[in-house]
Each structure stands twice: as structure tokens, then as C-alpha cells.
């Protein structure tokens, strides 16, 4: 992915680049969309193209997507009594092909949403926990913008497993935008 590249100044008038060209614009918005499997993050993504990049045509989109890393070990079932178990090489395998299929339909249905509304979006795969993967993305993209959906867990399952976009609200190095999930309407 190439970095735009531009000098800002004063309203950008007078102002040159290294070979001398007056440069009139300011660096353009990178925004970051993380998405997953849930319907709420790629409604978050759905919002971001809607409100964000189409109000700001010179914004550049990555869509990304953290998978877990494959441990090379297994947990085994208490009752055995056993520490850890490693994972054979070819079961290690396969939970990794399995992984970048599942990675690669999340992306393509993402990837899809920008094509339909004519956004051009780079795609990126990132390994680990997701909220230090998407964190280290952030940083790596240089992003101006992180958008992501919230799975709206009340206060109790959120203390429990953790929320992705209270961490990442609070520890990303920049802005972030949560995008509440749409209440069902009424049958």
C-alpha cells in the first residue's frame, strides 16, 4: 500500500514538495474497518462507507481482519489428567488452512460491501489476540480512523469475555469509531 505523501500549510497555499511541485491538499484520511464474522461489524463497515469515506473521496480504506494464532498444543479433557498435549503437524495444518479459508470469506464479503458502493479498500490479515493485532495494525497503517462494530454485550458478559471495542477505544493510536448494533425492529 503506497502512502499519499503531501506537505500541508497554511489553507495549503504556498507550499512545495521535495521536487518543488505546490502541493494544495493535506494528507489524505486513512481509515481502518476491522471486520469479522458477525453481521455488526460489517454493518459498522456498511456505516463507515456511507458516512465516512464517501464524504472524504480522497480517503483510503483498509479493511482488516485478526485470526487467532494456531497454538501448537491442544487442551485435553481434565478427566485425563494430562498438562498439555501437542497438536500432531498435520491437525496444526489444517486448523491453518482452515483459518485463512475462513479469513479469506470474511475479507471477499467486505472486500464486495466497497466494490458495491465503488469504494477501492485494501484488504489485511493480521495474527493474534484481536485487540493487540488490530492495535499493531492501527500503528503499522498509519490510520486516522478505526471503525468497528460493538456486539452489544450488557455490562456482565462484557466484564466477562472482554470487549474488543472498549480496548481498542482506549488503547488504538487513533480516533475510533464504535457503531452500536441496529435495534430489531418490531415484528
Not at 465516512?52 to 473521496?57: D, T, W, Y
Not at 482488516?64 to 498435549?85: K, S
Not at 475462513?102 to 479498500?121: F, G, H, P, T
Amino acid at each position: 500500500m503506497e502512502d499519499t505523501a503531501a506537505v500541508s500549510g497554511a489553507h495549503g497555499a504556498g507550499v512545495e514538495d521535495g521536487a518543488g511541485r505546490a502541493v494544495t491538499g493535506t494528507k489524505a484520511l486513512k481509515v481502518m474497518a476491522a471486520v469479522d464474522a458477525s453481521e455488526e461489524s460489517l454493518q459498522a463497515l456498511s456505516w463507515a462507507l456511507d458516512n465516512v469515506v464517501r464524504c472524504h473521496p480522497d480517503a483510503a480504506l483498509v479493511v482488516v481482519h485478526a485470526q487467532h494464532a494456531i497454538d501448537h498444543f491442544v487442551y485435553p479433557i481434565a478427566a485425563h489428567g494430562i498438562g498439555l498435549a501437542y497438536a500432531p503437524p498435520s491437525a496444526v495444518e489444517s486448523m491453518r488452512k482452515e483459518q485463512e479459508e475462513n479469513s479469506r470469506r470474511i475479507l471477499a464479503r467486505a472486500l464486495d460491501m466497497c466494490k458495491e458502493r465503488q469504494v477501492d479498500a485494501t484488504a489485511a490479515v493480521v495474527e493474534g489476540d484481536a485487540k493487540e493485532a488490530i492495535c499493531q495494525a492501527v500503528e503499522r497503517f498509519q490510520a486516522g480512523l478505526l471503525v468497528l462494530g460493538s456486539r452489544g454485550l450488557g455490562k456482565i458478559k462484557r466484564a466477562f469475555l472482554g470487549s474488543v471495542s472498549d480496548y481498542l477505544s482506549h488503547h488504538a493510536c487513533c480516533p475510533v469509531l464504535v457503531v452500536k448494533p441496529t435495534k430489531a425492529q418490531p415484528k
